[in-house]
């Protein structure tokens, strides 16, 4: 047995499935040993090496489990690196296995040779080494597996050419060797019981609560709804845990922040006490003023507590156990005033949501595209969304119920990983629909060659389906409308215009089907066909850019700004329009209060 067969044997015993990887001489020694293992973890190929990590995140996402991704030394090492770095700042459990030059060569500027150890020091900060000699095995891979699991973040193994094609000996019972053993073993912690005292005193004395849930809460889901009935509470979501609470839940607000909801900028507005659990939520302005709220947090990692606001009471521990400690000590709320508040705002969102993707636009509203689907998804689809305006129309009108998951890049927020996830999801849940909600810039980035993936593998599925749904507005249309918004510039034509491409008519070249959409009265058509299909299917809706993805607490004066750029620079018809805004406000909302002067959702409709 060489170093190589036993690093593969060491993955089954961890229950490693599958490899994410892309070959390369860096990693010859694997590769043959894959080859004499029977493709055991089966090896995954990508694009792109980027594309494996990002695979192996999403199949993390969605399973729980590690995800693992593999490529050579050098270049391949580099460009694993964004897909890793989306896993460490989402908080995803993931080990890069990468080659290196052999050992002779090492210092000699050789071909390929890169300080890899330098290089993933930080996105595998936890726990990154190279492995010199066999006897270091299996302690180094357990350790990697191990700490991703525990630490919930990105480990590393740089294994060079020469020690993948030594003899494998093990560790003996002798002076500095360390043998290793398999395992993580399952803990809770919780908090002690005069801390979770104080913070239900604090729960107990708030009048109107307000929950912000993070994906470190998906295990807890009977628990927070017990929690938000006892205290009368409305519940917002930061967007990865977006799939831990269901959207038809009358008081669940939906996303917060710059891709929020309304109803969750008033839930946080209107709020006197604020429980955070399992979130490590960044933008402040979206949650109350400093001084507005009294403030508890619930968090497994004391390294992220504490972290956003002046938190008055802070519980280390596991949400769901902590959780099942603190509820007997709370009270509940007799007086429902406040929750019948934040349920009237949800309902009006949702109506409001529906009326937007009614709106015309030219060709077609990108709006109504994501709404129309929010009706037809099936209970157990899993839903992916890349970076940027698809973002916004995931967060507010996909409507995550049952047992439907979703996720998207929260803490890194790159372009690229919609598809790859949802093919990563696809190993997972082989039994399960996968659809991808991507723009135009995405899919040309690097989703349109991942249908290659998606071609070579799909039949391997038990339901071949995944969907991937291209919002084709010829524009980079997220960071157009921050320009308009935030710096008043006009879209520049230079960096912003992408050329048109047949996404659909590529699809069909590729074996797998695809049709393009140019009218509103072909959007539910399109997706009964994907849904109903017996493979991967791409749909290309021409969607217009002009459908702003405007946050629903924007200012009148970030109103204004956007409208003096749309209008190239006339800010005298601008001040017109902020006026217009103001005025229909207060003739569709007598009387009502409104914060920092913004307007209400029906206004902004």
Same mark, same amino acid.
């Given at each position: 047995?060489?170093?190589?067969?036993?690093?593969?044997?060491?993955?089954?015993?961890?229950?490693?499935?599958?490899?994410?990887?892309?070959?390369?001489?860096?990693?010859?020694?694997?590769?043959?040993?894959?080859?004499?293992?029977?493709?055991?973890?089966?090896?995954?190929?990508?694009?792109?090496?980027?594309?494996?990590?990002?695979?192996?995140?999403?199949?993390?996402?969605?399973?729980?489990?590690?995800?693992?991704?593999?490529?050579?030394?050098?270049?391949?090492?580099?460009?694993?690196?964004?897909?890793?770095?989306?896993?460490?700042?989402?908080?995803?459990?993931?080990?890069?296995?990468?080659?290196?030059?052999?050992?002779?060569?090492?210092?000699?500027?050789?071909?390929?040779?890169?300080?890899?150890?330098?290089?993933?020091?930080?996105?595998?900060?936890?726990?990154?080494?190279?492995?010199?000699?066999? #006897?270091?095995?299996?302690?180094?891979?357990?350790?990697?597996?191990?700490? %991703?699991?525990?630490?919930?973040?990105?480990?590393?193994?740089?294994?060079?050419?020469?020690?993948?094609?030594?003899?494998?000996?093990?560790?003996?019972?002798?002076?500095?060797?360390?043998?290793?053993?398999?395992?993580?073993?399952?803990?809770?912690?919780?908090?002690?019981?005069?801390?979770?005292?104080? %913070?239900?005193?604090?729960?107990?004395?708030? =009048?109107?609560?307000?929950?912000?849930?993070?994906?470190?809460?998906?295990?807890?889901? %009977?628990?927070? =709804?017990?929690?938000?009935?006892?205290?009368?509470?409305?519940?917002?979501?930061?967007?990865?845990?977006?799939?831990?609470?269901?959207?038809?839940?009358?008081?669940?607000?939906?996303?917060?922040?710059?891709?929020?909801?309304?109803?969750?900028?008033?839930?946080?507005?209107?709020?006197?006490?604020?429980?955070?659990?399992?979130?490590?939520?960044?933008?402040?302005?979206?949650?109350?003023?400093l001084d507005q709220a009294r403030a508890v947090q619930i968090d497994i990692?004391?390294?992220?507590?504490?972290?956003?606001?002046?938190?008055?009471?802070?519980?280390?521990?596991?949400?769901?156990?902590?959780?099942?400690?603190?509820? !007997?000590?709370?009270?509940?709320?007799?007086?429902?005033?406040?929750?019948?508040?934040?349920?009237?705002?949800?309902?009006?969102?949702?109506?409001?949501?529906?009326?937007?993707?009614?709106?015309?636009?030219?060709?077609?509203?990108?709006?109504?595209?994501?709404?129309?689907?929010?009706?037809?998804?099936?209970?157990?689809?899993?839903?992916?969304?890349?970076?940027?305006?698809?973002?916004?129309?995931?967060?507010?009108?996909?409507?995550?119920?049952?047992?439907?998951?979703?996720?998207?890049?929260?803490?890194?927020?790159?372009?690229?990983?919609?598809?790859?996830?949802?093919?990563?999801?696809?190993?997972?849940?082989?039994?399960?629909?996968?659809?991808?909600?991507?723009?135009?810039?995405?899919?040309?980035?690097?989703?349109?060659?991942?249908?290659?993936?998606?071609?070579?593998?799909?039949?391997?599925?038990?339901?071949?389906?995944?969907?991937?749904?291209?919002?084709?507005?010829?524009?980079?249309?997220?960071?157009?409308?921050?320009?308009?918004?935030?710096?008043?510039a006009p879209q520049f034509e230079e960096s912003q215009h992408i050329p048109?491409?047949?996404?659909?008519?590529?699809? #069909?070249?590729?074996?797998?089907?695809?049709?393009?959409?140019?009218?509103?009265?072909?959007?539910?058509?399109?997706? =009964?066909?994907?849904?109903? %299909?017996?493979?991967?299917?791409?749909?290309?809706?021409?969607?217009?850019?002009?459908?702003? !993805?405007?946050?629903?607490?924007?200012?009148?004066?970030?109103?204004?700004?956007?409208?003096?750029?749309?209008?190239?620079?006339?800010?005298?018809?601008?001040?017109?329009?902020?006026?217009?805004?103001?005025?229909?406000?207060? =003739?569709?909302?007598?009387?009502?209060?409104?914060?920092?002067?913004?307007?209400?959702?029906?206004?902004?409709?």
């Open positions: 047995m060489k170093v190589s067969d036993y690093i593969l044997q060491r993955l089954r015993e961890w229950d490693v499935e599958h490899v994410f990887a892309y070959a390369g001489d860096g990693i010859n020694g694997l590769l043959a040993a894959w080859g004499r293992a029977g493709n055991r973890p089966k090896f995954i190929q990508a694009r792109h090496e980027e594309m494996s990590a990002f695979q192996a995140v999403g199949y993390a996402k969605f399973s729980g489990k590690v995800g693992v991704c593999a490529a050579t030394s050098g270049p391949g090492a580099i460009h694993l690196l964004n897909g890793l770095y989306d896993a460490k700042l989402d908080h995803v459990p993931v080990v890069a296995i990468v080659g290196q030059t052999n050992r002779s060569a090492m210092g000699g500027s050789y071909q390929q040779e890169v300080d890899l150890l330098s290089l993933y020091k930080d996105v595998a900060s936890d726990f990154c080494e190279m492995v010199t000699v066999p #006897e270091q095995l299996p302690n180094v891979i357990d350790r990697a597996m191990r700490t %991703a699991y525990a630490r919930r973040t990105v480990t590393a193994v740089v294994i060079p050419a020469d020690v993948q094609e030594l003899d494998y000996s093990p560790p003996t019972h002798a002076f500095k060797m360390v043998p290793s053993s398999m395992g993580v073993g399952r803990y809770a912690p919780v908090p002690v019981d005069e801390d979770i005292e104080r %913070a239900a005193q604090v729960l107990n004395d708030g =009048e109107r609560v307000a929950i912000l849930i993070g994906q470190g809460t998906r295990g807890a889901r %009977a628990e927070v =709804e017990l929690l938000a009935d006892t205290l009368g509470a409305g519940v917002a979501k930061a967007l990865l845990g977006k799939d831990v609470l269901p959207d038809d839940l009358p008081y669940v607000t939906g996303a917060i922040g710059l891709l929020g909801t309304r109803p969750s900028y008033e839930l946080m507005q209107g709020c006197d006490t604020l429980l955070m659990i399992g979130s490590s939520f960044p933008y402040t302005q979206f949650m109350p003023e990692d004391p390294h992220m507590i504490g972290l956003r606001y002046p938190f008055e009471v802070n519980l280390v521990g596991d949400a769901r156990e902590t959780l099942k400690r603190l509820l !007997p000590r709370l009270q509940r709320k007799q007086n429902r005033a406040w929750r019948d508040e934040v349920e009237l705002n949800v309902a009006r969102w949702w109506d409001v949501m529906q009326r937007r993707a009614a709106v015309d636009a030219d060709p077609i509203n990108p709006e109504y595209v994501v709404h129309t689907l929010d009706k037809l998804l099936p209970d157990n689809a899993i839903i992916t969304a890349d970076s940027g305006s698809a973002a916004n129309w995931y967060a507010r009108h996909v409507r995550l119920r049952g047992h439907m998951r979703g996720s998207l890049s929260g803490t890194l927020a790159t372009m690229g990983p919609g598809v790859p996830y949802a093919i990563g999801a696809k190993f997972t849940h082989p039994d399960r629909p996968a659809i991808a909600l991507v723009g135009d810039g995405a899919m040309q980035m690097n989703g349109m060659m991942e249908m290659v993936t998606a071609a070579k593998y799909f039949h391997e599925w038990e339901d071949p389906r995944l969907i991937v749904a291209v919002l084709n507005n010829g524009d980079l249309n997220q960071v157009t409308w921050e320009m308009r918004a935030m710096s008043g048109d491409l047949p996404y659909a008519e590529i699809a #069909e070249r590729l074996g797998l089907h695809g049709v393009r959409v140019e009218k509103p009265d072909q959007v539910q058509d399109a997706w =009964e066909q994907a849904l109903a %299909a017996s493979r991967p299917f791409v749909i290309d809706f021409r969607t217009d850019p002009a459908v702003p !993805p405007i946050p629903p607490h924007a200012s009148l004066d970030q109103i204004e700004a956007a409208a003096t750029a749309i209008l190239k620079g006339d800010s005298d018809r601008a001040a017109v329009i902020k006026q217009g805004f103001k005025a229909k406000m207060q =003739e569709m909302l007598p009387g009502r209060r409104h914060r920092h002067d913004r307007p209400g959702t029906e206004a902004d409709h």
